[in-house]
């Protein structure tokens, strides 16, 4: 087998211990036995799957040969998702250790009806081989391993494996486990490396040096001081471990400002509507809840993959940049929606993304990261399974409905516990226009994480009362 290469996010990322479940709702009928059946020749041949992380240091870490069997998928029968999904979450960490940590694993909430016996089972028993109705895909990674996109193409290949065996189409199994056999895990260095002309991802060496001088000097002038305090972290960290987390959960219908963005200022994209009321919610908590009207701009970094399409389909890992952008949350949401497009537009196309991912692969490597806190507001994630947003039956027999999801780490140690510090929401916005938010658990507890919600909730109410007077006055 081929030895993952180094990655020093990675390295970081092993502190940090972090499980995400991403939950996807579908109807209709699944096999179960030939679900599980696919989970286990995909992941199988994952040659990653088959090692350990190692952290020998904050900085050095070492990849281990660990053969681990891939964990069954676990069927569990609910009759509140939500709840049945929270104590699955606060819990997850004995699931990992149950399946020997394995990297990405499975397991179906059934929604039952009454008369249904409620409990859990390995999908082995015949009685319940073929689910009908309502069920959520959990999909489990420990983020060490791979990013979101990376579990997308993987959950892709699942999907189509389960497709073929249902059609007992072996060529096309075959073929899929050969392409994922053949999956690897290049080092950042091999991704991009200054003045490599071999670099997997092409940039001219000064537009680098440019790139790592403006993200260095550029002011993250962010007063708002949502991160928690490194001197928090020392004293709480310890206790955090011992408690049960329940995940923060929340959903928003956005169907009133998508429509009217889309008919009235196409410039304006979903991703950019979200994070900017984000950014108008936390200056909501500045100037209303804490009384600090002066402290209008808002920093935050904002996920980026630097792989292309492709690339996708041939490298697991974290290849994902935090980039940060510069608003001023006192504007309408329009502005600051635009502010953001062009902010985005341009780091995109100066490849700053892959220039922030090596500055951070940099500060890894030689121990400059978890040194001094970053003045930004949050980071935010967006989980976005493209093709069952364009194409809701590419599960055979079902129809995707929405993604929704939580988050939560148990840090192996202090580096671990202080590189969470930010409020971290993770968004899914689905085809039915409802924005789904959840935030990791944060060390000190999650006053912060209400004060956001019950903003957002009042800038939402705000912005769809003023685009409906908009409407009114031009019927007027």
């Known amino acids: 087998m081929n030895k993952p290469s180094t990655i020093y996010l990675e390295n970081c990322l092993s502190h940090c211990n972090i499980a995400n479940s991403i939950a996807y709702l579908f109807e209709g009928s699944l096999n179960i036995s ?62 990992c250790r149950e399946y020997d940590y394995f990297p990405l694993f499975f397991t179906i909430f059934r929604d039952y009806v009454n008369t249904e016996p409620a409990g859990e089972n ?24 791979c990013d979101g996109r990376s579990c997308e193409f993987l959950f892709n290949e699942i999907i189509a494996c389960y497709n073929a065996l249902l059609e007992n189409d072996s060529k096309t199994v075959e073929k899929i486990k050969t392409m994922v056999s053949a999956v690897s895990t290049p080092a950042s260095d091999d991704i991009y490396a200054f003045d490599n002309k071999e670099s997997l991802i092409k940039m001219k060496k000064w537009q680098h040096i440019k790139n790592i001088f403006k993200l260095a000097t ?20 310890e206790n955090f471990r011992k408690l049960k987390h329940y995940p923060e959960m929340h959903r928003f219908d956005l169907t ?49 993959d630097i792989l292309s399409a492709r690339q996708r389909q041939q490298f697991i890992g974290n290849y994902c940049a935090y980039v940060p952008v510069i608003t001023d949350g006192s504007r309408s949401l329009e502005e600051i929606c635009l502010d953001i497009n062009r902010q985005v537009e ?10 922030m991912y090596k500055f951070l692969e940099y500060a890894l490597r030689k121990g400059l990261a978890g040194k001094k806190d970053d003045p930004t507001s949050f980071t935010v994630s967006l989980v976005l399974h493209r093709k069952l947003i364009k194409h809701p039956e590419y599960l055979k ?3 995707f409905i929405e993604t929704t999801g939580g988050l939560n780490y148990e840090p192996l140690d202090l580096f671990g516990a202080k590189m969470n510090n930010k409020v971290g929401p993770t968004l899914a916005l689905s085809n039915n226009n409802i924005l789904f938010i959840t935030y990791y658990p944060l060390i ?20 769809i009362a003023g685009i409906t007077g908009k409407k009114r006055k031009r019927l007027i």
């Open 256 to 304: 009133p400002l998508i429509e009217f963005y889309e008919a009235n200022n196409k410039q304006i994209s979903n991703n950019s509507l979200i994070t900017a009321l984000l950014v108008k919610a936390f200056y909501y908590v500045n100037s209303v809840i804490h009384n600090n009207p002066e402290n209008r701009i808002i920093t935050f970094r904002m996920m980026s």
């Open 397 to 399: 027999g079902c129809h």
């Open 34 to 95: 030939l679900f599980n059946q696919s989970v286990q020749e995909v992941l199988s041949r994952v040659q990653k799957f088959q090692y350990e992380l190692i952290p020998l240091s904050n900085t050095e870490s070492e990849w281990r040969e660990h053969a681990r069997r891939v964990p069954p998928v676990k069927v569990i029968d609910t009759d509140n998702f939500e709840k049945s999904f929270g104590e699955f979450t606060a819990g997850i960490f004995n699931y």
């Open 346 to 355: 341009n780091f995109r196309k100066m490849k700053a993304d892959v220039s």
């Open 218 to 237: 550029a002011k993250l002038n962010d007063r708002g001081a949502f991160s928690v305090k490194y001197d928090v972290i020392e004293k709480e960290w």
């Open 444 to 463: 000190g507890g999650n006053q912060i994480l209400d004060k956001v919600t019950i903003a957002f909730n009042r800038i939402l109410k705000d912005e």
């Open 122 to 145: 390995t999908g082995s028993s015949k009685e319940s081989e073929i689910i009908e109705g309502s069920f959520h895909i959990v999909e489990t990674l420990n983020h060490t391993y």
